[in-house]
């Protein structure tokens, strides 16, 4: 087969990172933690030769050039995580009733949103690091996904409806997010 038809993308692989590539699943390994996804397409090879990945695809039309982007993205934040956790940060504002926030388990516990008897809750998805300093929420994780997800989360806990935003302004705002 020439390489004349064939489209090529890589990844240098920094050093203190380890990455390994069994089939469609790809595990990184770094000084922040590990961090594992599965990356998969019929037409779309991954393989890791030294201190490179590279991915392959043997056309060259645009859907496969698109995949191999994506595939290069989710990877480059892959290890860019393993380096440097992403960290989102949340503002708790309550301007009507005083909120109480507290972490138990895998879940936020937000009581006395609006005065509401029940209090609401939200998921924290496992390799997510939260804690709450003040009026903060601070989420910590090696997977952007999951870390954003769980910033998601505890935003839409605290979404309200038919009142105006204008006025209700309480919730727990994203002011920062990972890059």
Same mark, same amino acid.
Do not use: W
């Given at each position: 087969?020439?390489?004349?038809?064939?489209?090529?993308?890589?990844?240098?692989?920094?050093?203190?990172?380890? !990455?390994?590539?069994? #089939?469609?699943? !790809?595990?990184?390994?770094?000084? &922040? *933690?590990?961090?594992?996804?599965?990356? &998969?397409?019929?037409?779309?090879?991954?393989? /890791?030769?030294?201190?490179?990945?590279?991915?392959?695809?043997? =056309?060259?039309?645009?859907?496969?050039?698109?995949?191999?982007?994506?595939?290069?993205?989710?990877?480059?934040?892959?290890?860019? #995580?393993? !380096?440097?956790?992403?960290?989102? /940060?949340?503002?708790?504002?309550? *301007?009507?009733?005083?909120?109480?926030?507290? $972490?138990?388990?895998? /879940? $936020?516990? $937000?009581?006395?949103?609006? &005065?509401?008897?029940?209090? =609401?809750? &939200?998921?924290?998805?496992?390799?997510?690091?939260?804690?709450?300093? *003040?009026?903060?929420?601070?989420?910590?994780?090696?997977?952007?996904?999951?870390? #954003?997800?769980?910033?998601?989360?505890?935003?839409?806990?605290?979404?309200?409806?038919?009142?105006? =935003?204008?006025?209700?302004?309480? #919730?727990?705002?994203?002011?920062?997010?990972?890059?």
């Amino acid at each position: 087969m020439s390489t004349k038809n064939k489209l090529n993308k890589e990844i240098i692989i920094p050093e203190n990172v380890g !990455i390994e590539v069994e #089939g469609s699943m !790809i595990k990184v390994k770094g000084p &922040a *933690g590990e961090n594992e996804k599965r990356l &998969a397409h019929p037409k779309i090879d991954i393989l /890791k030769q030294g201190n490179k990945i590279i991915i392959s695809s043997k =056309r060259q039309t645009k859907n496969e050039k698109r995949l191999i982007n994506t595939f290069r993205a989710h990877l480059s934040s892959l290890i860019r #995580g393993i !380096i440097n956790p992403y960290v989102y /940060k949340l503002k708790i504002c309550s *301007g009507h009733f005083p909120m109480n926030v507290s $972490i138990s388990n895998d /879940k $936020i516990i $937000i009581k006395n949103f609006f &005065a509401e008897k029940i209090p =609401r809750t &939200a998921k924290i998805l496992p390799k997510v690091e939260a804690k709450i300093q *003040g009026d903060e929420i601070i989420i910590k994780s090696v997977d952007k996904e999951a870390a #954003g997800q769980t910033a998601s989360n505890i935003e839409q806990a605290c979404r309200i409806t038919n009142r105006d =935003r204008r006025i209700f302004m309480d #919730g727990i705002y994203i002011v920062s997010k990972a890059e």
